[in-house]
């Protein structure tokens, strides 16, 4: 059985930041893409970033470009998303996904769809 389990939401002020984990099992880790999509209240899920497993390569909505890291972590079959300079604009429900596929992560076209995690919140306020 496949479980994503994501952890490390909460509330942050402007400018601040979060690391956001998500442990994964059920899957080969390093045979998989994975990523963070997020969804705000009103509004559609967005791709924020995701990662190739296999070769590192990664992709980063342009929102989020030089403000957020993507990293994953074989050993503890994790991957996480560091979050830095916080805006209010950041705030949503977070979620990791994950998919069996050893394709190079590029463009939003390249991030997972198979797997979901629950979402954890993350809301910048002051």
């Known amino acids: 059985e496949v479980q994503l389990q994501a952890s490390g939401g909460g509330l942050v002020q402007p400018g601040g930041s979060l690391r956001l984990a998500c442990a994964a099992s059920g899957f080969t880790f390093d045979d998989s893409v994975l990523g963070w999509f997020r969804q705000a209240p009103g509004k559609e899920r967005e791709g924020v970033s995701c990662?190739?497993?296999?070769?590192?390569?990664?992709y980063y909505a342009d929102s989020v470009k030089g403000r957020f890291t993507i990293s994953i972590n074989n050993t503890k079959n994790t991957v996480y998303l560091q979050m830095n300079n916080l805006k209010p604009e950041d705030t949503a429900d977070y979620y990791c996904?994950?998919?069996?596929?050893?394709?190079?992560?590029?463009?939003?076209?390249?991030?997972?769809?198979?797997?979901w995690g629950q979402g954890t919140q993350v809301t910048v306020s002051s």
């Open positions: 990662i190739s497993a296999s070769d590192g390569s990664t």
């Open positions: 996904a994950a998919e069996s596929a050893l394709w190079i992560v590029a463009t939003a076209k390249d991030c997972p769809n198979d797997y």
